[in-house]
DNA sequence: CTCTTTCTGTTGTAAATACAACCGACTTAT
DNA sequence: ATAAGTCGGTTGTATTTACAACAGAAAGAG
């Protein structure tokens, strides 16, 4: 666990923090290391978190998939990210989603309580951390609703300018590369591949963007 | 804003706090009592808020109007609930979503450092008024996993069924009555409202469902 | 009470989407 | 090298949705 002491000081949760009080902070706050290959569930529907965790290596997916096989992507998890905010309170109940890790992956997992209960002056940067947790979470939040901004748009055209527009904006470039391929942009914007395919195509003709694979460039 | 107390007492944010510490919280707190008329906007996209706020009188909407008028609500603000709980974090940036008064409303701005940074010993119940902010937002994280599981339906029944389903779910009956007219309804699942007024019908028709008004049965 | 406004359901048409099936390019495994 | 699998684009059709327009019922104003 300790060779990702410096990966967790890039992120969010241990921000300001120095490695060797993370070092420290991992005993305290019952930290565990979990690896998964790529297609291995992390935790399913269902479950129940006590946990907050973070990716430390690889790429996650929040999912669901229906009685029909229609998967939905709610959230894409990168190094450095966290999940399991949801389920912080004590009265949440049950996932509501699948995470899955899409590349080999490396999860830790801190207990809940031991976070936001502050602990003896041996953790001199648990307050920190723990408001660190509260922006991160917060963060999420409007992550989530410029999410619902995007899948809320009626068309397949509107959904798609809204989601590149809005990666754009965030990578400060009219050119950028998104995480997904056809079918996970697809499933990330509830929309049908095929159709989307089709759209991002004529949007080409009609000289709005130019892709190639994952690369996009707004015109 | 004293009449208040008895509803903050009756919040996630102040659960556990007794009616006179709030009180003395009020002032440590910074908090401010604003009025609005149905229809006012409280907050505007664009703007910027360093305030929790809790609406303690009315009803609120969290929507968004695009380009062409066509409107979506992201979000429902009962009685008791807070809002702005994304844009805590100091870099959180604008809002994203209008904040606009269904009801003649009422609601109280605390300043957000006052709340996470813990003062002196005169708020003694401050650190549990954290812990229960930290559950709150976790919570409104929740919802909105939940909202986005509603809309990332492909059709307008799923949407109808994975809506109303929760609701049930929620008040624990399988007769209940929802917080939207028809538009509003419409608008909250981002579909038409005529279509789906359809569509409800049709499940009506087909023995899915009862409903008069607001008032719906599962059956 | 009457007039106006709002709300909800209905219908027809045009547009958009889902779905299935297929193809070629490319990658990976054996 | 060959075969199998993955990925992205294309097409046609059936389904679904949006949009506009209208009507009756209910609610609210004067």
Same mark, same amino acid.
């Given at each position: 666990?300790?060779?990702? =002491?410096?990966?967790?000081?890039?992120?969010?949760?241990?921000?300001?923090?120095? &490695?060797?009080?993370?070092?420290?902070?991992?005993?305290?706050?019952?930290?565990?290391?979990? #690896?998964?290959?790529?297609?291995?569930?992390?935790?399913?529907?269902?479950?129940?978190?006590?946990?907050?965790?973070?990716?430390?290596?690889? #790429?996650?997916? =929040?999912?669901?998939?229906?009685?029909?096989?229609?998967?939905?992507?709610? %959230?894409?998890?990168?190094?450095? #990210?966290?999940?399991?905010?949801?389920? =912080?309170?004590? #009265?949440?109940?049950?996932?509501? %989603?699948?995470?899955?890790?899409?590349?080999?992956?490396?999860?830790?997992?801190?207990?809940?309580?031991?976070?936001?209960?502050?602990? !003896?002056?041996?953790?001199?940067?648990?307050?920190? @951390?723990?408001?660190? /947790?509260?922006?991160?979470?917060?963060? +999420?939040?409007?992550?989530? @609703?410029?999410?619902?901004?995007?899948? !809320?748009?009626?068309?397949?055209?509107? +959904?798609? =300018?809204?989601?590149?527009? &809005?990666?754009?904006?965030?990578? %400060?470039?009219?050119?950028?590369?998104?995480?997904?391929?056809?079918?996970?942009?697809?499933?990330?914007?509830?929309?049908?591949?095929?159709?989307?395919?089709?759209?991002?195509?004529?949007?080409?003709?009609?000289? /709005?963007?130019?892709?190639?694979?994952?690369?996009? +460039?707004?015109?």
């Amino acid at each position: 666990m300790k060779k990702y =002491i410096p990966i967790l000081k890039r992120t969010k949760l241990f921000a300001g923090v120095a &490695e060797d009080e993370i070092d420290a902070m991992l005993s305290c706050l019952d930290a565990r290391l979990h #690896e998964y290959k790529k297609g291995e569930y992390v935790l399913r529907e269902g479950e129940h978190l006590n946990h907050i965790t973070v990716l430390v290596s690889g #790429e996650l997916h =929040i999912q669901r998939d229906d009685y029909w096989g229609n998967r939905a992507i709610v %959230n894409r998890i990168a190094v450095g #990210e966290m999940f399991g905010e949801a389920y =912080i309170a004590p #009265e949440s109940g049950a996932l509501l %989603n699948d995470v899955v890790a899409v590349e080999d992956s490396a999860v830790i997992f801190f207990d809940v309580r031991r976070i936001i209960t502050v602990c !003896s002056s041996a953790c001199r940067f648990h307050s920190m @951390v723990v408001q660190n /947790l509260f922006f991160a979470i917060s963060q +999420k939040n409007k992550t989530l @609703v410029q999410k619902l901004g995007h899948i !809320s748009k009626r068309t397949t055209r509107e +959904k798609l =300018i809204s989601y590149l527009s &809005e990666e754009a904006k965030r990578q %400060n470039s009219a050119s950028f590369t998104i995480p997904f391929n056809r079918q996970q942009l697809a499933d990330f914007l509830s929309v049908d591949r095929s159709a989307m395919s089709n759209e991002l195509c004529k949007m080409r003709d009609e000289g /709005l963007l130019e892709f190639e694979k994952n690369q996009f +460039k707004l015109l």
